[in-house]
């Protein structure tokens, strides 16, 4: 068969089941359980409409239930367990976790991923700011932020050929076909250079990938937030004499500081989550690891499932402050 | 532009100077990729992308007719022809017929060849070999050349990774399994996420904030906690690897950003709309279909953006809950990380490879911007 048959069918097979399940859950409730005649036709209409929400719910809780709540605990249950052989596992307390503490690997994944923390997030906003300042009052400026915002629709696998090229180095004495050895060569640089396996500077190579994608995502909001600020405040500012810098760092920046910590913490999230660059560019190899690429390769190529859930069980810790802190304000919101 | 107080002219020229260089900074490297996909593998490597358009200056080694095609004109033995096919403008500058000195003669000068006779080669590519004896040999005598070669373009690449291209390069099958992942992966949890989001806005039940509160906080777990349990749950149940559960994973993993984005917007919608249709005697289920679907499709359109760029550019669900050993399920990303790993050097189709994996989500991207923005600043800012 065609696979864009297969396809098809397979689609039209997908959608169609969960289609069906809203139009005849409904419609037995209506129609088979609480119908709405007969003698009891208050009382059906009424308790109809209580259990209404949950059948609205059920399939998303279940989904979210088993997707995302069930894989914590599973996954912190695995983190204490070992699989003995032919079958079965058995507790074995903090044992993975010491094991996992006492792999240079893991030490490197870690050290990594604080300054991807430092690094891609800060620099993201920092672009985003830059961009949203510059681009806010050009005639031309909505262009520019649509060519900017691009990135984001790109795969984190496209991105990385794109950047391989432009990392991409030929030997000594030919054309450059890497943009980076091209100009480095251009400006005196000494021969080529292998940017992707200089221990240390490579990460920043590849953190480079992503804060090219996130610029634009933190651009579009902030951009937002600045164009909501009051008029009168920067006009109250030029009155009295400030130059734009001074109005930009002193009057802009602190009034959307809330969204900048939105935008933050965003970026935060995404870089804890980021696999895909690194598989792709370097496979942690040449000190490049990441946590969640240390934890793929407990998982899926040392088939170490006990260390590859402690390694997840970390990158749920280093979220987990933000997780309580969006619960927070969400709650606060609610009232 | 207005210029306001506080503003000077000079300031506006560095300001619009920065735009440009930034926006070019961003583009640069998207634009390399997308050049290179049209050359040839032999001007990838031999120069770079952005001196595409220009003709570029290459050191060939090429090689005369063969000696059966040479003619006696009186007591002389000749083969003429050219070194280029007919048609190209190719411009030699230098030539040699020594490996070791390949620049050593200029366009229509006349040499000694080793092996006995003259050569002369001309600018244009047109030479004339004489000898006073029968030239030998099954193959002409080498000519090394410094040529100035035009910008070539070709759809090749582009030929090769849709229709012709063998099991590695050959991406048409991946990319109908992209699309197989991506559609379904998209529609299931926009009309889950649109049920829950309207029971959480409208419908009154016991424990709806503490439910709002739980899926703000799912939105930050990250997915890696769910493959081993998940992959473990999918074998159990028995649909192992494949589409199944690769929509599944899709749908969970999005609803929590799904069901946010769609409740935030529902709850902004009037309430006498709704309080009047259920005064008229409509159901949840009516209102829901006929109001609140066709009112919320702002939202609906920035949260399907969404779903469809993350489903579309994917490798990590992918990769654990649906490529099995077969391979035939394989998907565009992961087709593209395998050429990097086993064909790195091969830029043309890798470069070509990632573009028709990108074009997609560029392409939505572009036409639906609008919504997206919308989704993003609803999603953020509250």
Request: glycine fraction near 8%; charged fraction near 15%; aromatic fraction near 12%.
């Amino acid at each position: 068969m065609h696979p864009a048959i297969q396809g098809l069918l397979t689609i039209a097979f997908g959608v169609g089941g969960c289609v069906g399940y809203f139009y005849f859950s409904n419609l037995v409730l209506d129609r088979v359980i609480f119908p709405a005649r007969g003698a009891h036709i208050a009382r059906n209409i009424r308790r109809a409409n209580m259990i209404r929400p949950w059948l609205f719910l059920f399939p998303a809780l279940l989904a979210l239930g088993l997707y995302l709540a069930y894989p914590v605990v599973e996954t912190l249950r695995l983190s204490v367990t070992e699989r003995v052989p032919g079958g079965g596992s058995e507790f074995v307390g903090l044992a993975n976790y010491q094991q996992m503490l006492a792999e240079a690997k893991f030490w490197e994944a870690l050290q990594n991923n604080f300054l991807w923390l430092l690094v891609v997030p800060a620099a993201s906003t920092a672009f985003g700011l830059l961009a949203a300042q510059l681009t806010d009052r050009l005639a031309w400026g909505n262009i520019a932020k649509s060519l900017i915002f691009m990135p984001m629709a790109i795969s984190f696998v496209g991105a990385a050929v794109i950047w391989k090229l432009v990392y991409d180095a030929r030997p000594e004495g030919t054309d450059q076909i890497g943009v980076l050895n091209a100009l480095y060569i251009y400006f005196g640089g000494d021969g080529p250079m292998q940017w992707l396996t200089i221990p240390f500077w490579n990460s920043f190579f590849l953190m480079m990938v992503l804060i090219w994608i996130q610029t634009g995502f933190a651009m579009v909001i902030l951009s937002a937030a600045l164009r909501g600020i009051p008029e009168e405040t920067v006009e109250a500012a030029i009155v009295d004499g400030a130059g734009p810098f001074q109005i930009f760092f002193k009057i802009k920046v602190p009034q959307i500081m809330d969204t900048i910590v939105v935008v933050w913490t965003t970026i935060t999230i995404v870089v804890l989550k980021v696999f895909d660059i690194v598989f792709a560019m370097t496979n942690g190899q040449w000190e490049t690891q990441v946590l969640a690429n240390y934890m793929y390769d407990k998982l899926f190529r040392a088939n170490d499932w006990g260390v590859g859930s402690a390694s997840a069980m970390v990158i749920m810790l280093l979220v987990l402050p933000i997780l309580v802190w969006n619960v927070y304000n969400a709650r606060r919101e609610m009232r | 532009m207005t210029v306001i107080a506080g503003e000077k002219p000079a300031l506006i020229w560095a300001l619009r100077l920065s735009v440009v260089l930034l926006v070019g900074l961003w583009l640069f490297p998207t634009l390399g990729l997308l050049v290179s996909s049209f050359r040839t593998s032999d001007q990838i490597a031999t120069s770079g992308w952005w001196r595409a358009m220009f003709p570029s200056e290459q050191n060939l080694t090429l090689r005369t007719d063969p000696p059966s095609a040479q003619v006696q004109e009186g007591d002389l033995y000749v083969i003429e022809g050219r070194l280029f096919a007919e048609g190209t403008s190719s411009e030699i500058s230098a030539w040699g017929t020594s490996a070791r000195d390949p620049a050593a003669y200029e366009p229509g000068i006349s040499a000694e060849l080793r092996r006995g006779g003259t050569l002369m080669v001309a600018a244009d590519g047109a030479y004339r070999l004489e000898s006073t004896e029968e030239i030998s040999g099954k193959r002409g005598p080498r000519v090394f050349v410094t040529a100035t070669v035009p910008p070539e373009f070709t759809l090749e690449n582009y030929e090769t990774v849709l229709v012709s291209g063998n099991a590695t390069d050959n991406m048409a099958k991946a990319f109908f399994n992209t699309l197989t992942v991506t559609i379904p992966a998209t529609i299931i949890p926009i009309l889950v996420a649109a049920f829950a989001a309207y029971a959480l806005a409208w419908m009154e039940f016991p424990g709806r904030a503490l439910l709002v509160a739980a899926i703000v906080g799912l939105l930050v777990v990250p997915l890696q906690l769910a493959l081993i349990p998940l992959l473990k749950f999918h074998n159990e149940i028995g649909i192992g690897k494949g589409y199944i559960g690769v929509w599944m994973a899709h749908t969970g993993f999005g609803l929590p950003l799904a069901i946010y984005l769609l409740r935030n917007y529902m709850v902004g919608i009037p309430r006498d709309i709704i309080e009047n249709a259920r005064v008229d005697g409509a159901t949840d289920f009516m209102i829901f279909v006929r109001i609140i679907l066709p009112l919320s499709f702002p939202a609906l359109a920035s949260f399907a953006i969404f779903q469809f760029l993350w489903t579309w550019n994917d490798l990590l669900v992918a990769m654990v809950f649906l490529i099995d050993a077969t391979g035939e399920t394989t998907v565009m990303t992961k087709q593209i990380v395998e050429l990097l790993g086993t064909r790195g050097g091969n830029w043309e189709i890798l470069a070509t490879s990632a573009f028709v994996s990108i074009a997609v989500p560029l392409a939505v991207f572009f036409a639906m911007q609008k919504y997206l923005v919308r989704g993003l600043l609803a999603g953020s800012i509250k």
